[in-house]
């Protein structure tokens, strides 16, 4: 069982920054991909980055340039900052880790909004 609590949300104006903190407890971190996902109202959840236990990246396309995903396995924790924001980027933020092995798992969402 994992557990994860995101913390970086907030209201910033368009072409500002955030930075999403996911932490992770309940097992071993290193060994789970972790993700991050967005959902905003009418919309389905989809992906904004996922990072692999070796530390291979992906962006959904829109993010390419605007967000960078990383993670500290030391910490237990995954980051997404996020740069250049745009009123669309409004949603909630989601923590996803996911393993082969272990199962998939998710926080309970960090609201983000943009707008000025």
């Known amino acids: 069982q994992v557990h994860l609590g995101e913390s970086g949300g907030g209201l910033v104006q368009p072409g500002g920054s955030l930075r999403l903190s996911c932490v992770a407890s309940?097992?071993?971190?290193?060994?789970?991909?972790m993700g991050w996902y967005r959902q905003a109202p009418g919309s389905q959840r989809a992906l904004v980055a996922h990072i692999t236990d070796g530390r291979t990246t992906r962006y959904a396309d829109s993010m390419k340039g605007r967000f960078t995903i990383d993670r500290d396995d030391a910490k237990n924790t995954v980051y997404l900052q996020m740069n250049s924001l745009k009123p669309e980027d409004t949603a909630v933020y989601f923590c996803?880790?996911?393993?082969?092995?272990?199962?998939?798992?998710w926080g309970q969402g960090t609201q983000v909004t943009v707008s000025s």
């Open positions: 996803n880790a996911s393993s082969p092995k272990r199962g998939e798992y």
């Open positions: 309940g097992d071993i971190f290193n060994i789970y991909d």
